[in-house]
């Protein structure tokens, strides 16, 4: 039956990800009978680890698992707080710890908390794309700016006071997606310092924290630099535990009672479960740490073959999964570039354009998350591609 039109989905529901659509591209070159190697998503191989599986079943057993305070359980609280004293050697009061949705929902709150309807907050190109996306629906102007490939695509201030007009926000992350790339402890310092003075939320994503393989640029938090910066922080990535949406964020002490009355408004509290199992796996670092020397290994064989296979321009990946290639010598358009390479490869990589609108489709992003064998077979698979 033909729907009145009025009842039409609201103007809210933004496009997907090139890279989803991609997906479903990959889904009808599986039907015709080729096994595709996925490497554009950034998603561990593993699963939770064992301790944490061990604190969900013995806790779901014994407790209700009902909800939960909308700023998280307080065990949790204290533990993430306590660990940015054992990691980063700061002091971090529990209260101003809320634990979220994954750090897609932290980010949610942080925007919702900190800016009004129309407000501007800056992202570096490329970027993460459900920040733009989230903006976007959420009514605030994402104002993209400029990076360039020798500072590895992380801003300088030199980037942002080159924005035209004033911004009311700034969006970082360290590792980075899409480059893998970070930033040095006194770039950090300095960023969060000159927001701070400028009355610029800085909201620093350290989803990739953990991830990180060279001693070269040390892992350094936002809320060692200033009290006003927000950091956001998740279980999906180090922690391995994607599909549990557990995440939290660090906030100066006035925005916790506002963000959790936020928090408690739009979904309650996050899931009491993945709470428990996260509790357990702050201290299976042993474990974790394991999954990082396996990036680790995946990334040293993809710097070692692709620039043979001429994927030789990238920043330099230090941290996360994510290798983030320049391949205009190769395509004029990466994201048929792309679809090339899925079909006539078998290998899927994500398009810059998801990340950076305006350059992107000179570049493709290539995840090693996966599995090694994974890693080799999607090598030679795209060196025989390339012949
Ligand atoms: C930089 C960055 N921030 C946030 C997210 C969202 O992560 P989560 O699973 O915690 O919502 C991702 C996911 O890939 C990401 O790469």
Same mark, same amino acid.
């Given at each position: ?84 004293? %054992?990691?980063?050697? $700061? *002091?971090?009061?529990? +209260?101003?710890? /809320? #634990? ?118 040390? %892992?350094?938090?936002? $809320? *060692?630099?200033?009290? +006003?910066?927000? /950091? #956001? ?130 570049? /493709? ?23």
């Amino acid at each position: 039956m033909a729907t009145a039109a009025k009842f039409r989905p609201s103007h809210r529901g933004s496009s997907p990800s090139v890279a989803e659509q991609l997906q479903s591209r990959a889904r009808q070159v599986e039907a015709r009978g080729t096994r595709v190697i996925y490497l554009h998503v950034g998603q561990p191989s593993t699963g939770a680890p064992d301790g944490t599986l061990q604190a969900v079943e013995a806790a779901s057993r014994n407790s209700t698992l009902g909800y939960t305070p909308a700023a998280g359980i307080d065990a949790l609280r204290e533990r993430i707080a306590r660990q940015y004293s %054992e990691l980063h050697e $700061v *002091a971090i009061d529990p +209260e101003r710890v /809320v #634990v979220t949705l994954g750090a897609s929902g932290a980010m949610i709150l942080a925007i919702v908390g900190c800016f009004d309807e129309g407000q501007r907050v800056a992202l570096p190109q490329p970027f993460y794309y459900g920040y733009r996306y989230a903006m976007s629906t959420l009514g605030i102007e994402c104002v993209r700016f400029e990076t360039s490939m020798e500072n590895h695509f992380q801003p300088r201030i030199a980037d942002i006071e080159a924005i035209e007009g004033d911004i009311d926000g700034l969006v970082i992350a360290s590792p980075n997606n899409p480059t893998g790339s970070m930033i040095t402890p006194a770039e950090l310092r300095e960023l969060a310092e000159y927001c701070e003075r400028r009355e610029i939320r800085l909201i620093s994503d350290e989803i990739y924290h953990g991830i990180v393989f060279d001693d070269e640029v040390p %892992e350094a938090t936002g $809320v *060692a630099f200033s009290d +006003e910066t927000i /950091v #956001v922080n998740s279980f999906s990535k180090y922690y391995s535990m994607a599909g549990w949406r557990l995440g939290w964020m660090v906030l100066p002490e006035y925005l916790v009672e506002p963000i959790s009355n936020l928090a408690h408004n739009l979904y309650l509290c996050a899931p009491a479960p993945a709470q428990v199992g996260a509790l357990h796996a702050i201290d299976c670092r042993d474990e974790l740490d394991r999954h990082v020397a396996s990036y680790r290994k995946n990334r040293d064989v993809m710097l070692k073959r692709l620039p043979g296979m001429g994927f030789d321009r990238f920043p330099a990946p230090h941290g996360a999964f994510y290798l983030y290639c320049h391949v205009k010598h190769m395509h004029e358009d990466s994201v048929d570039f792309c679809i090339e390479m899925l079909e006539e490869a078998g290998v899927l990589a994500a398009p810059g354009s998801d990340f950076c609108p305006d350059s992107g489709q000179h570049f /493709v992003r290539f995840s090693y998350a996966g599995s090694a064998e994974d890693i080799e077979e999607a090598l030679d698979r795209i060196e025989r591609w390339r012949g």
